[in-house]
């Protein structure tokens, strides 16, 4: 059983920033893939950004690149999502995702619980 634990989701501004936070747990982990999806109310769900197990390779829908930043964490299996320049465009419950593999897009094996994000003008 894999947990993805998501923090840091709420309410902002157009313009303010926020950082979403995931801890995976649950099984030993090598350097595992993660990144993030969203979901915004009536769309479908969509790729956000994807960091490789080390680090080395990331990945950004067109939608963000340039204003979002994915990052590993210290702490094993930690991934970041800073989130500069935000917009009422990127309302959306956002989720952890883990392992699986990157072509053209991001294909994850673990999904983890959403958070809110939501941007008010």
């Known amino acids: 059983q894999v947990q993805l634990v998501v923090s840091g989701g709420g309410l902002v501004q157009t313009g303010d920033s926020l950082r979403l936070s995931c801890a995976a747990s649950?099984?030993?982990?090598?350097?595992?893939?993660m990144g993030w999806f969203r979901q915004a109310p009536g769309k479908e769900r969509e790729f956000v950004a994807f960091i490789n197990g080390h680090g080395s390779s990331t990945y950004y829908a067109d939608s963000v690149k340039g204003r979002f930043t994915i990052s590993r964490g210290n702490a094993k299996n930690t991934v970041y999502l800073q989130m500069n320049s935000l917009n009422p465009e990127d309302t959306a419950v956002y989720s952890c995702v883990a392992d699986g593999y990157y072509s053209r897009s991001y294909y994850p094996r673990y999904w983890g619980q959403g958070t809110q994000v939501t941007v008010s003008s």
């Open positions: 649950g099984r030993t982990f090598g350097d595992v893939n």
